[in-house]
């Protein structure tokens, strides 16, 4: 009986396997940040200008700084248009580059894609399964195409999503001759996939409690 006690009190202060891989920063081996379509077009003098890209490409930014601090996985989702009818993304175009602001440096993986879905076609749901992730950390834009699209098959692949909601831009919708506002897209979009789909964080946020 002693023995059995002995041994119970030792095991108390062995490490715990469970938490091998997390980090001091909160974070674990096992969570990926995605930046999903981080491109020239998508800014000033580009051909599809969003609103508040370049804030948005800022505060993926500092995301994207934490990440690599911590040296967690990174993944740069790129965008090139096929569609004859494509005006932006065109393929060997400035405008289709990743953006300065999010540029990919050393091994950091590119996936290219070619529809709003990063996971249709491309090798992206290999390589997270592959490297046991399963959870991930999203911005990028269109918030209501890609983004949105992205999220939702995600989750259905079972991951876990952190969407950095200002680490992500949209732009103006019509429907029935009425304009819907950026940022009444944005929100909408946001509340959608909210709770479910995704915690949706503010960079703020998430670098605070990181």
């Given at each position: 009986?002693?023995?059995?006690?002995l041994?119970?009190?030792?095991?108390c202060?062995?490490?715990?396997?469970?938490?091998?891989?997390?980090?001091?920063?909160?974070?674990?081996?096992?969570?990926?940040?995605?930046?999903?379509?981080?491109q020239?077009?998508?800014?000033?003098?580009?051909?599809?200008?969003?609103?508040?890209?370049?804030?948005?490409?800022?505060?993926?930014?500092?995301?994207?700084?934490?990440?690599?601090?911590?040296?967690?996985?990174?993944?740069?989702?790129?965008?090139?248009?096929?569609?004859?009818?494509?005006?932006?993304?065109?393929?060997?175009?400035?405008?289709?580059?990743?953006?300065?602001?999010?540029?990919?440096?050393?091994?950091?993986?590119?996936?290219i894609?070619?529809?709003?879905?990063s996971?249709?076609?491309?090798?992206?749901?290999?390589?997270?399964?592959?490297?046991?992730?399963?959870?991930?950390?999203?911005?990028?834009?269109?918030?209501?195409?890609?983004i949105?699209?992205?999220?939702?098959?995600?989750?259905?692949?079972?991951?876990?999503?952190?969407?950095?909601?200002?680490?992500?831009?949209?732009?103006?919708?019509?429907?029935?001759?009425?304009?819907?506002?950026?940022?009444?897209?944005?929100?909408?979009?946001?509340?959608?996939?909210?709770?479910?789909?995704?915690?949706?964080?503010?960079?703020?946020?998430y670098?605070?409690?990181?």
């Amino acid at each position: 009986m002693k023995k059995i006690i002995l041994i119970l009190a030792i095991s108390c202060f062995l490490p715990n396997p469970g938490f091998s891989q997390q980090k001091q920063s909160g974070h674990t081996m096992k969570t990926t940040l995605i930046l999903i379509d981080i491109q020239n077009d998508y800014f000033d003098k580009g051909t599809m200008t969003l609103v508040g890209s370049d804030k948005a490409g800022m505060n993926a930014k500092l995301i994207l700084e934490r990440f690599r601090t911590d040296s967690l996985p990174i993944i740069h989702i790129q965008h090139i248009a096929t569609s004859p009818s494509a005006t932006f993304f065109l393929p060997n175009t400035k405008g289709a580059e990743i953006h300065d602001h999010v540029k990919p440096m050393g091994k950091e993986k590119i996936i290219i894609k070619h529809y709003p879905n990063s996971f249709r076609e491309t090798e992206l749901l290999d390589y997270l399964r592959t490297g046991n992730i399963t959870d991930l950390v999203i911005c990028g834009m269109m918030t209501h195409m890609c983004i949105d699209a992205t999220v939702r098959v995600a989750k259905d692949h079972g991951f876990r999503i952190t969407l950095i909601g200002d680490a992500c831009a949209t732009r103006a919708l019509e429907i029935n001759g009425q304009t819907v506002k950026a940022e009444e897209v944005q929100k909408s979009f946001l509340a959608a996939l909210n709770y479910f789909y995704a915690t949706v964080k503010t960079t703020g946020d998430y670098l605070n409690v990181k």
